[in-house]
């Protein structure tokens, strides 16, 4: 058990540019969860997998944002357009048989 | 719709000192309740959790009971080191569907001072 992976780490963009984030998942796990937290709150719910389906999307989730999860293994989370309000740190989570989810140590996005 | 209330922080207290950190939740239904510690750089543990009502989640010396009557889950520990030092996080399982999508509060900041 190597736990929740992301990549990368951090990531500095200009405004207008896309960008895309990867999530590697506990194997086991099926559902996986992505959050996003800004500076001083908690984490917010964006969507949820599982296998490879898009069950659940927030109203958060605009249209320039995407998430994929093929194969039900790793997710991609992109956002086309970025904005400055898109800056934020951006959680991913899976989910054990026992309803426990485990984060990964988030992608930290700053839009300049 | 569900939400979850923490004490705002920072809360800072010497080396051995009581800590509790205060939660209430808004949820129709029945949640499961958390509490996830975030350590500096580090990303979100859980650290307990309370799937009933009068379960007590207990884990590193911290405990909290889930208190249907009150709608709380205040977490505690006897005495708090400097390694405490870190942002904790009461969540709730949501229970008006079935995602399990966590909805958490706004984080408390503890400082230890030794």
């Known amino acids: 058990d190597t736990g929740v992976s992301q990549d990368p780490r951090h990531k500095i963009t200009k405004r207008g540019q896309n960008v895309t984030f990867r999530c590697d998942p506990i194997?086991?796990?099926?559902?996986l969860y992505w959050y996003r937290q800004t500076l001083g709150q908690g984490p917010e719910f964006l969507t949820y997998f599982q296998n490879e389906a898009q069950l659940e999307k927030s109203r958060l989730l605009s249209d320039r944002f995407s998430a994929e999860r093929p194969k039900g293994s790793f997710s991609t989370l992109e956002i086309q357009r970025t904005e400055q309000g898109d800056s934020a740190m951006y959680l991913c989570?899976?989910?054990?048989?026992?309803?426990?989810?485990?984060f990964g140590p988030g992608t930290r996005l700053t839009v300049t | 719709g569900n939400s979850v209330t923490q004490m705002e922080g920072p809360v800072t207290l010497s080396e051995e000192a009581f800590l509790t950190i205060n939660c209430t939740y808004t949820a129709t239904g029945y949640p499961s309740l958390f509490w996830y510690v975030q350590y500096p750089g580090e990303g979100l543990q859980l650290l307990l959790k309370a799937t009933k009502a009068d379960d007590k989640g207990s884990n590193k010396g911290f405990e909290a009971t889930y208190r249907k009557e009150t709608t709380s889950f205040h977490l505690e520990k006897g005495s708090v080191q400097v390694s405490d030092s870190a942002v904790y996080f009461c969540?709730?399982?949501?229970?008006?569907?079935?995602?399990?999508?966590?909805?958490f509060g706004q984080g408390t900041t503890l400082q230890v001072k030794p």
């Open positions: 969540a709730l399982s949501d229970p008006s569907s079935n995602t399990g999508k966590l909805i």
């Open positions: 989570a899976s989910r054990d048989r026992y309803y426990e989810q485990y």
């Open positions: 194997s086991e796990h099926n559902r």
